[in-house]
Every structure is written in C-alpha cells, then in structure tokens.
C-alpha cells in the first residue's frame, strides 16, 4: 500500500501529535492510515505500508478497539480481520470525548460527589470544625459543579447532528463578536526609560540657572 509524500506527512504528524496528547506514536500512526485509507484494510498491509511489526500493529488495534477508533469488518472470501475507522472528524472528535469522560472525567465525578454528598460515612465525612476540611470542601463543590456543568454540555452537543453541531458553533462566535463589540486597535508601543537611563541620555547643560528674579515673558524688569 503505497503512500504519498502528503500521505506520509499526515501520518507522521498524527503520530508526533498523539504522544502529545497521551497516545502512543505508533497507535496514532496506524489511526491516521486507517482514516486515510479508502478501504478497510489488513493489519498485514499496515505493517507493510508503516514497516511496523506484526505484535506491535496488533496491540495498537485493540489500543484503537478500545477508544472506539478502529472496528473489524470483513470481505468476502477472505477470512482475515480488515480494519477501518470513522471518516467523519465529528465521529472521530465524539468517539475520543466520550472516552475521556469513562475514562477521566466519571471516576473524578464519583469520588467528589461521595465526598461532598455523602456525610453518612464516617469515614470520609469532613470535620466541619476543622477549617482545612471546611475549605476543601468548599473547592471540591466548586469543582463538582464545573464538572457536571460541562458533562451536561457535552451530553446536549452529543445529541446534535454535525451540521446542527456547526451551525451553533458558529452562531455563538457570532454572538460573543457582538457582545465584544469591534476589535480596538492596539495603542503605539511606547518606550520605557529609567530614570538612570534618562539621566544618562539627557544632553548636558552649560547654561547657568535661571536668576529667580529674572523676568518671565510678558513681565518688565525692575
């Protein structure tokens, strides 16, 4: 399966961009091809195509299996297991929120509302003459209503077809520009002088000082 220089590219941009955002370089390569590829292709051909070997592409699948980014399809008269993902980027971007939150975002939601709703276990109930536990607590429930503010949100855009999805996007740019009002220009850079450096920059004088009893513009002189 060749690739393009273009090709190449991407993919191994993916992959410099997945160790980034936690995912193994390797499993980021192999979902870049699979969203590349026009068809379902083998793990053979992968290792082919990204000169992986046949136990590390393996693992990578189940990897990708497991955040739901690669699904196993067959074709007729061929037993083998063929692999493809989501060519839509909404799919792709629903698919990997919707993991995070199993993932990251439900324990942490489980742990603060134990803590902050359940009172009844002694052992986890907080000392609320204790002023650590009364400002801790304070935080987590701050915490816990961000958190489930945003699952909220996230749930309500699940719902959302991705033309609907982007539609609304763009329509809540639109209003926060409107609310902004215009972008003002920023001022002319001015430049800052210490009073050192203005000392030193100031042209000396050899004039002698101004006699208080000079006269002013506009003044005769006694």
Same mark, same amino acid.
Not at 34 to 57: G, H, K, M, P, Y
Not at 102 to 124: C, F, H, K, Y
Not at 182 to 188: G, N
């Given at each position: 399966?060749?690739?393009? /220089?273009?090709?190449?590219?991407?993919?191994?941009?993916?992959?410099?961009?997945? $160790?980034?955002?936690? &995912?193994?370089? =390797?499993?980021?390569?192999?979902?870049?091809?699979?969203?590349?590829?026009?068809?379902?292709?083998? @793990?053979? #051909?992968?290792?082919?195509?990204?000169?992986? %070997?046949?136990?590390?592409?393996?693992? $990578?699948?189940? #990897?990708?299996?497991?955040?739901?980014?690669?699904?196993? $399809? +067959?074709?007729?008269?061929?037993?083998?297991? +063929?692999? #493809?993902?989501?060519? !839509?980027?909404?799919?792709?971007?629903? @698919?990997?929120?919707? *993991?995070?939150?199993?993932?990251?975002? #439900?324990?942490?939601?489980?742990?603060?509302?134990?803590?902050?709703?359940?009172?009844?276990?002694?052992?986890? %109930?907080?000392?609320?003459?204790?002023?650590? !536990?009364?400002?801790?607590?304070?935080?987590?429930?701050?915490?816990? *209503?961000?958190?489930? =503010?945003? =699952?909220?949100?996230?749930?309500?855009?699940?719902?959302?077809? /991705?033309?609907?999805?982007?539609?609304?996007?763009?329509?809540?740019?639109?209003?926060?520009?409107?609310?902004?009002? /215009? &972008?003002? /220009?920023?001022?002319?850079?001015? $430049? &800052?002088?210490? *009073?050192?450096? %203005?000392?030193? !920059?100031?042209? @000396?004088?050899?004039?002698?000082?101004? !006699?208080?009893?000079?006269?002013?513009?506009?003044?005769?002189?006694?």
């Amino acid at each position: 399966m060749p690739l393009s /220089p273009l090709q190449e590219r991407f993919i191994l941009h993916w992959g410099e961009m997945g $160790s980034r955002w936690g &995912v193994n370089r =390797t499993v980021a390569q192999i979902h870049a091809l699979l969203f590349l590829s026009e068809r379902a292709i083998t @793990a053979d #051909e992968i290792c082919e195509t990204l000169n992986l %070997a046949r136990s590390n592409v393996s693992t $990578s699948l189940k #990897e990708l299996q497991g955040w739901n980014l690669a699904r196993v $399809s +067959h074709v007729l008269g061929d037993r083998r297991d +063929h692999f #493809e993902t989501y060519k !839509d980027v909404w799919d792709i971007f629903r @698919a990997v929120v919707q *993991e995070r939150r199993r993932r990251e975002i #439900e324990p942490t939601l489980s742990m603060l509302r134990t803590a902050v709703l359940d009172g009844d276990n002694a052992a986890v %109930a907080p000392d609320q003459n204790d002023p650590r !536990d009364r400002r801790t607590l304070e935080r987590m429930r701050e915490v816990l *209503e961000f958190m489930e =503010t945003g =699952t909220s949100w996230i749930d309500e855009m699940n719902r959302l077809d /991705p033309k609907t999805l982007i539609k609304l996007l763009k329509m809540g740019a639109r209003i926060q520009q409107f609310v902004r009002g /215009p &972008v003002q /220009p920023l001022p002319p850079a001015q $430049s &800052v002088m210490f *009073e050192d450096e %203005a000392d030193n !920059d100031a042209p @000396a004088r050899d004039e002698p000082a101004q !006699d208080a009893t000079e006269s002013r513009p506009g003044e005769r002189s006694p």
